[in-house]
């Protein structure tokens, strides 16, 4: 490191520096703290380590005489931004270092080599300002797609509600007309009694009525079109599928025959229809009002906007929200298989944070299956953790590139698909912000993404 440096500078590194010796098992600096110093291992043999969830993971381990570590940015210009160290070091041995303060390694850095810091900084703070500009516009997309697919999964249940009220407006007109039809004809109050008591047992027999296949619809519409075409009901072949939608069959209208007069039976039979259509569409209207309201409630539960930034959870919540997020995204061609232990207790998490992991690992995993396979959602507990798996049938990463997917800006989608940040910003996200840990294995139609969360709060530095 020093072999082209001259007497004078040689000299001012002597005058500036000073060397430390620690002895074996020793702790020589600590992530986290504030980056003071700047050390180069004279002899002896140290670890490197990095703390990922509960454990110490080694990165390097070396004797190699001049090897650095420590305050090795200190000569990027002040940001205002506290740099501390990113690894923990040991002594695994008798050790000695030369050190340096921070400021003085800074200086001399540059002083001495002006040229070679200025595209030291260049680099550096170029890739960090590309980075954040690019995960800025990765968001804003992210965002846009998200929109986008919520507002055309609200468009269906909305387009539905809307149709099916325009429907029941004509069919309660309708019935209204039968209704004053069946009083001019002089009908009997007993018998108007009998129709009403009817068309509640009819409904409710409907309610009750098994649900049919296709080919079964069609064929009972046939049974009931030809019964009614015998009786002279007139648009025997509209009322057909109304009776046969409702699971009501040719035994239900000889009921009704039973009750009413010859005269009365066309009347009875339409009025009925409109009856059993207006359950059908309140039950239509019912259904798609409550898919707006669990579009919303999800959509809520996925931007946490009105829950505080920190909180115990279950992370089932989480997926759930967000695969109601990406419906439109995943297709019918994908079938999202959930293999939940609901039992699992709640993770100290920042929920928001946690969704935008789950929204890059599911979008990812549709990416690499083409739109078609089989999405498996898994959660279950190991030891002190709970564990996320997010599986997918797609081709698999090949092995030389397994040890880059978390690496920012790169990716293996093609150019304009992909940024390389949204495994690298989960990376964080989990590692970082809440003390887990998150690992690939893949094979060819078997890759899965592995989240790993402590149930207890990670300790303080």
């Avoid at 039976?265 to 239509?284: I, P």
């Avoid at 992370?315 to 995204?329: A, E, F, I, N, Q």
């Avoid at 293996?412 to 964080?428: E, P």
Wanted: with cysteine.
């Amino acid at each position: 490191m020093f072999e082209k440096l001259g007497p004078e500078q040689l000299d001012w590194l002597a005058e500036h520096g000073c060397t430390m010796r620690a002895p074996a098992g020793a702790w020589v600096l600590r992530e986290g703290d504030p980056a003071d110093k700047f050390f180069v291992l004279l002899s002896g043999t140290i670890s490197l380590t990095r703390r990922v969830g509960q454990d110490d993971v080694q990165t390097v381990r070396t004797e190699q005489r001049g090897v650095y570590m420590g305050a090795t940015q200190a000569y990027l210009r002040d940001d205002g931004v506290p740099r501390t160290y990113l690894a923990s070091m040991r002594a695994l041995d008798d050790s000695e270092f030369f050190v340096l303060e921070a400021a003085d390694f800074g200086w001399l850095m540059r002083e001495w080599f002006p040229m070679a810091i200025h595209l030291l900084e260049g680099l550096t703070l170029g890739m960090r300002s590309s980075q954040a500009a690019i995960s800025e516009r990765q968001r804003l997309a992210a965002l846009g797609a998200l929109s986008a697919g919520l507002m055309h999964e609200l468009n269906n249940p909305a387009a539905a509600a809307s149709r099916a009220t325009g429907a029941l407006r004509q069919r309660v007109a309708g019935m209204r007309h039968k209704l004053g039809m069946l009083a001019a004809g002089k009908v009997p109050a007993e018998q108007l009694n009998e129709l009403v008591e009817l068309q509640e047992e009819v409904i409710e027999k409907a309610a009750k009525a098994p649900t049919l296949t296709a080919m079964q619809a069609a064929d009972l519409e046939d049974e009931l079109g030809d019964w009614m075409e015998s009786k002279g009901i007139t648009g025997s072949w509209d009322l057909a599928p109304v009776y046969a939608q409702a699971g009501l069959d040719v035994d239900c209208l000889a009921g009704i025959e039973e009750k009413v007069s010859s005269m009365l039976l066309d009347q009875a039979v339409h009025w009925l229809g409109y009856a059993l259509e207006t359950e059908q569409l309140m039950s239509d209207i019912e259904n798609a009002t409550s898919r707006v309201s669990s579009l919303v409630t999800a959509a809520k539960q996925y931007s946490q906007m009105d829950r505080a930034a920190h909180q115990w959870i279950d992370v089932h919540t989480g997926l759930d929200s967000t695969l109601v997020m990406l419906t439109h995204k995943i297709g019918k061609g994908v079938t999202v298989v959930k293999d939940y232990d609901r039992s699992l207790p709640q993770v100290p998490a920042h929920p928001a944070e946690l969704n935008q992991v789950w929204t890059n690992l599911i979008d990812n995993a549709v990416q690499a299956m083409d739109g078609v396979g089989t999405l498996t959602i898994r959660t279950y507990r190991d030891d002190d953790h709970v564990l996320v798996s997010v599986g997918d049938t797609g081709p698999g990463v090949p092995e030389e590139l397994k040890k880059r997917v978390f690496e920012p800006f790169f990716t293996t989608k093609a150019v304009g698909q992909g940024t390389g940040l949204g495994l690298d910003i989960s990376y964080r996200i989990v590692v970082n912000g809440h003390g887990g840990d998150i690992r690939l294995e893949s094979a060819p139609g078997d890759t899965r993404f592995l989240v790993c969360l402590p149930l207890a709060e990670p300790a303080s530095s």
